[in-house]
C-alpha cells in the first residue's frame, strides 16, 4: 500500500536508481498485509491474529530491507519481534500510559515539544518507514485521523517556526517525530533553511532509523543538504549487532563524509537485546563504524509496549559489564525518559564524607582518595 505521503514522496525524487539499492523501492514494495509478509517468513497463528487486531489500532509496515533481515522460522528472531505485531500489545497493561514521557504536557505548538531549558524537539513527520512495536510515540505514529497536526500536516510550519523565533533561549532543536526522513530532500531543505535563518539556534540534530530500516534513504543528495546546515549531528536506533549490515554500515560512512557525527540511541528491549553480550556486541561493532553509543533507554511503559520492558537492575547490570571492561565512549549513558525528562539509572560508584571518598572500580573492588587539607 502506497500512503499519500509516500507519493509525494516518490514523486519529489530525484533518485535515478530502481531496485533494491534505492529506497524507492523499499517506499513503493513496503510490507503491510499478510499476504505480503508471508513472502518473507512464516507467520505464526499468533502473529497473524496480532495482524488483524492491529486493523485501525497501530500502525505496521515493514521494509523489504529490514524484512530481510528476519529469521524466516523463528519467531523469536530480534529482527522480527521490532517490526511485526505482537498479540502482546492488545494486553492491558497496568501502570502503562499513552504518553509516559510526557510530550503531550510540553507541546508548545503543534510539532514542538519544549521541555528542557536550551533545546527543543520538533516532530516534523507520523510516518516511518517500519514502525516500532516499542516505539514510545505509538500514541503519535497511530493517529490515522492526522489531528496531531490539527489537520495541518501538509503545511503550516509556520507556528513551530515562529514559536523557535521567539524562544531566544533554545540553541538545539531536534527533529524527529515519526522519521524526518520519511519527508524528501526538499522538504528537509525548507524545515533547516528556516530553522538555520534564526540566529540563537546553535545547533541541529535530525533523530532518524533510516540507517537501521531503510538504509537507502541515505543518500549523496540528501547528504549534500544537510551538509549545509552545520553543526548539525544524526542520532539513529540500533537495537541489535545484526542491523549492522554493509548497508547500514555504508549509510552511517556517508553522513560521516559529509562531516555529520552518528550517534545511537538504543531502548533496552526484553528479548531482544537485554543481555550482556548481545549489547556488548551491538556497542563494539557500532564504534568500528565509527556511531558512538549515546544513551541507553530504558524502555517506557507506554500502552502497547509494556512487554518489553525489563527490570532496572537488568539494564544496570548490561552497564557494569561494559563500564572499564570496554572503550569508555563505546559505552551509553543508562537513562530512563519521564515527564521531568531523561534520569540517569547507572548506579553509584561512590560514597563520600567531608574528608575522603570511597570509590568502587568496575571490578568492585574499592579505594579511598582524601579529599586536600585546605587549613
Ligand atoms: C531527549 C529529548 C531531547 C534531547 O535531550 P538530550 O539529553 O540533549 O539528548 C530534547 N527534547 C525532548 C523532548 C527530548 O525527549
Ligand atoms: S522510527 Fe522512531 S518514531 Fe518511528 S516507529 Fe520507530 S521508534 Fe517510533
Given at each position: 500500500m502506497v500512503e499519500r505521503n509516500d507519493r509525494e514522496l516518490l514523486r519529489a525524487s530525484s533518485n535515478a536508481g530502481e531496485g533494491w539499492a534505492s529506497w524507492r523501492y523499499h517506499i513503493e514494495f513496503s510490507i503491510s498485509t499478510l499476504e505480503q509478509l508471508r513472502e518473507w517468513i512464516d507467520v505464526t497463528p499468533s502473529e497473524e491474529d496480532a495482524i488483524r487486531t492491529c486493523e485501525g489500532k497501530y500502525r505496521w509496515r515493514i521494509t523489504p530491507y529490514y524484512a530481510s533481515l528476519m529469521d524466516r522460522s523463528d519467531e523469536n528472531c530480534p529482527i522480527r519481534k521490532q517490526a511485526v505485531p505482537s498479540t502482546l500489545e492488545f494486553k492491558e497493561c497496568l501502570g502503562s500510559h499513552v504518553d509516559p514521557v510526557g510530550d503531550i504536557d510540553n507541546r508548545k505548538t503543534a510539532r514542538i515539544i519544549h521541555k528542557y531549558p536550551d533545546r527543543v524537539a520538533m516532530l516534523v513527520s507520523d510516518r516511518c518507514p517500519v514502525y516500532c512495536r516499542h516505539c514510545t510515540r505509538k500514541y503519535h505514529t497511530m493517529d490515522f485521523s492526522g489531528t496531531y497536526y490539527e489537520n495541518n500536516k501538509y503545511g503550516g510550519f509556520e507556528r513551530d517556526i515562529a514559536y523557535l523565533h521567539s524562544?531566544?533561549?533554545?540553541?538545539d532543536v531536534l527533529l524527529t517525530g515519526g522519521d524526518p526522513l520519511i519527508l524528501s530532500d526538499s522538504a528537509i531543505d525548507r524545515i533547516l533553511t528556516a530553522i538555520r535563518r534564526i540566529k540563537h539556534i546553535e545547533i541541529i540534530r535530525i533523530g532518524s532509523r533510516c540507517p537501521v530500516v531503510l538504509p537507502q534513504r541515505v543518500t549523496p543528495e540528501l547528504c549534500a543538504v544537510l551538509e549545509r546546515y552545520h553543526p548539525l549531528f544524526f542520532v539513529t536506533q540500533f537495537n541489535h549487532p545484526s542491523e549492522i549490515t554493509s548497508w547500514a554500515a555504508e549509510a552511517c560512512e556517508m553522513l560521516l563524509k559529509h562531516g555529520i557525527p552518528v550517534l545511537n540511541q538504543s531502548v533496552l528491549l526484553k528479548g531482544i537485546n537485554d543481555s550482556l553480550i548481545t549489547m556488548k556486541t551491538l556497542v563494539t561493532r557500532l564504534v568500528s563504524i565509527r556511531v558512538l553509543p549515546y544513551y541507553l533507554y530504558h524502555c517506557d511503559n507506554a500502552v502497547g509496549v509494556s512487554h518489553f520492558v525489563t527490570n532496572i537492575q537488568e539494564g544496570r547490570a548490561i552497564i557494569d559489564g561494559l563500564v572499564g571492561y570496554t572503550?569508555?565512549?563505546?559505552v551509553p549513558k543508562y537513562v530512563v525518559t519521564t515527564k521531568l525528562g531523561k534520569i540517569p539509572l547507572s548506579r553509584d560508584y561512590t560514597s563520600c564524607n567531608a574528608a575522603s571518598l570511597t570509590l568502587t572500580n568496575y571490578e568492585g573492588k574499592e579505594i579511598t582518595i582524601q579529599a586536600p587539607d585546605h587549613d
Open positions: 524562544h531566544s533561549e533554545v540553541r572503550t569508555g565512549f563505546a
